[in-house]
């Protein structure tokens, strides 16, 4: 592993990132205007896409999710690697700054098999965190979904739209913020304003972030579906016919996940779901003492192989209610993707779409490999 470089470094801060990334591969493809077309020939065997992202033509619905992708840079030169779904981290309506570094620890769950299961009691006594970034990967990420000021993401966002190749679309991610003194039918409006900001960069669809601690401390906005309801129906005020996709983390019951589903695509605000997002777990270092350094960082998401059975298992039971229901909408599988068997996997639990963002960072050749497989 010593002489692979993932594009975005772990090593570095989440700034130097941002403004020197992305690294290894990435940085290969983005070198040179030659890449551009290099890349359109082998981003996609078929003249014509045969697929579709919400309602756009692609030539594989494959990916890279929110996340690893901070800028225009870094989801141009995904493009130029084959990924022909670009997702451009999560923006807000105003900029937000980062969690301390580091960002990222490697996870080492205790299972033979490397995967984290929902409930268990090993997320609560502890799991090993540390610098040891073994295959088959897992990660924690702690960014606190940093953001630039619209003044700065609109224009770069305009550009990484502009970048796509044939059969291939980027896929912009955004978020409300939740700021001391806030209302309720503040923080709905600051969701609608942040949506009409990506709108206007020329985005054809959107993807809503309710996945991550953005309603205090480890508290996700995806488990209060009512409230996702009424910021659904704000937002396509906003935005109007342009689809509409929601990225949750793992939720549990059956009957939460539905009553999600029918108070958003049952009232015509949503098109789509993207899950999971990251498991919580407590991270211990080898001694037993807290691994991310901080008050509040106890507890972090995990992300990468320890996460695919949780994934898989959301994606089917999100697949059985739409059948039940009747409900149309698209579901975009996210979750431990590290190789077109993972890929696979999704595909026959019932996922159109499937992404992979720690997979992704550690093989750069993931999308080509997928392709190759097919
Ligand atoms: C470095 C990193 C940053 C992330 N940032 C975001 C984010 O800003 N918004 C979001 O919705 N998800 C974010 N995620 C979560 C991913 O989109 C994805 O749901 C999660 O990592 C599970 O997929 P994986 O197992 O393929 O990594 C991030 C993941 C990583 C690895």
């Known amino acids: 592993m010593s002489d692979f470089e993932p594009f975005y470094d772990v090593n570095r801060t989440y ?32 003249a014509t896409p045969t697929a579709t992202f919400l309602g756009q033509p692609v030539n594989l619905a494959f990916g890279i999710p929110a996340g690893p992708l901070l800028n225009s840079r870094y989801t141009t030169a995904a493009f130029r690697m084959g990924f022909d779904l670009a ?13 301390p570094f580091p960002n990222v620890l490697a996870v080492h769950p205790k299972s033979a098999d490397g995967s984290l299961t929902p409930g268990s ?10 610098t040891n970034y073994d ?9 606190g979904v940093p953001s630039q000021d619209p003044d700065v993401w609109q224009p770069d966002m305009k550009a990484a739209i502009a970048a796509a190749g044939p059969g291939q679309v980027l896929v912009p991610s955004f978020q409300g913020s939740r700021v001391e003194g806030m209302s309720e039918e503040d923080y709905i409006a600051d969701h609608a304003t942040t949506a009409r900001l990506v709108k206007e960069t020329g985005a054809k669809f959107m993807v809503m972030n309710t996945s991550c601690p953005n309603e205090g401390h480890n508290r996700l906005l995806c488990h209060n579906p009512l409230l996702v309801g009424r910021i659904t129906e704000a937002v396509k005020r906003e935005i109007g016919d342009t689809p509409l996709m929601i990225k949750l983390a793992y939720i549990p019951n059956d009957d939460d996940l539905e009553l999600m589903v029918r108070s958003t695509v049952g009232r015509g605000t949503v098109q789509g779901f993207s899950t999971i997002n990251t498991i919580s777990a407590r991270l211990v270092d080898k001694d037993g003492n807290q691994a991310l350094p901080g008050a509040g960082r106890d507890r972090s998401g995990v992300c990468g192989n320890a996460i695919r059975g949780a994934g898989l298992d959301m994606v089917a039971r999100l697949a059985a209610i739409r059948e039940k229901t009747g409900l149309d909408f698209e579901i975009n599988g996210v979750g431990g993707v590290v190789s077109p068997a993972d890929y696979a996997a999704y595909k026959k639990v019932g996922a159109d779409s499937v992404m992979s963002a720690t997979g992704a960072m550690w093989d750069a050749e993931l999308a080509r490999k997928i392709k190759a497989s097919l």
């Not at 997702?87 to 969690?99: D, E, I, L, Q």
């Not at 009691?121 to 540390?130: M, P």
């Not at 295959?135 to 990420?141: A, C, G, V, Y």
């Open 15 to 46: 700034e130097d990132n941002y403004a020197q990334g992305p690294f290894g591969a990435f940085a290969q493809a983005l070198a040179g205007d030659e890449a551009a077309s290099a890349a359109s020939a082998d981003s996609g065997s078929a």
């Open 135 to 143: 295959l088959p990967i897992s990660i924690s990420n702690s960014f």
């Open 121 to 130: 009691a090993e997320l609560d006594e502890g799991v090993l965190a540390d």
């Open 87 to 99: 997702t451009y981290k999560t923006v807000r309506s105003r900029a937000w700054g980062c969690n």
